[in-house]
């Protein structure tokens, strides 16, 4: 996704994998959010970064009932160890927070530290139909969001995973105007914007539709 966004050179469709896995603490911080914003109706957004070697998801932040914008700062230093000779102390910070501190040994630490932003997933609350909870799915501003900018993917999460995957075919000049949020469809998402869009339940694959 970094070589992708860096050289302006986006996937081929028919090179998009069939199924994307995530590792746990991936989906604890998704199931999170879901669960906030079921409870309390606001959307919510969280970022994943490439940060070091390492997948990285940022703090949450809350929005309204129907938007959310979230920026983060996500820094990885090396500094000397204050007791072990020889090694360094990697920290980990996230909005100026320190959240994870590694010892390393001073020849295995990388001549460049690599910070990347990968992508953004925001939450959708459910609205109730006849008694049953009903998920809106990505939104014409989403779609818009994405295209418009340098990102590869974007997600979504409502009772399970969505994700928007950028190809070398999605139109780079969309008129908007002439599509409305009710045109956001799994069909018109991959036929008319040329998107692969993957879909997950919970702690499981997110496979290609």
Do not use: C
Not at 90 to 117: F, M, Q
């Amino acid at each position: 996704m970094v070589g992708w966004r860096e050289s302006g050179v986006y996937p081929f469709p028919y090179n998009l994998p069939s199924s994307i896995a995530f590792p746990g603490d991936f989906w604890k911080d998704v199931f999170k959010i879901y669960k906030e914003t079921d409870q309390d109706g606001l959307e919510r957004a969280i970022a994943l970064f490439w940060a070091d070697g390492e997948l990285v998801l940022t703090s949450v932040v809350k929005g309204d009932d129907q938007s959310v914008k979230s920026s983060h700062n996500i820094r990885v230093n090396y500094v000397v160890h204050p007791t072990k000779q020889g090694y360094l102390r990697r920290e980990l910070t996230i909005d100026g927070k320190v959240v994870k501190r590694t010892d390393v040994y001073h020849k295995k630490a990388p001549k460049k530290v690599s910070v990347e932003y990968l992508f953004n997933m925001h939450t959708h609350p459910a609205q109730e139909f006849n008694g049953k909870k009903v998920y809106s799915f990505f939104s014409l501003q989403d779609i818009k969001s994405l295209i418009l900018s340098q990102a590869v993917v974007t997600g979504l999460v409502t009772d399970k995973l969505w994700l928007l995957v950028r190809t070398s075919e999605t139109p780079a000049n969309i008129k908007f105007e002439n599509f409305t949020d009710a045109d956001m469809t799994v069909e018109n998402l991959k036929e008319k914007f040329k998107l692969g869009v993957y879909e997950a339940e919970f702690n499981k694959k997110a496979i290609k539709k």
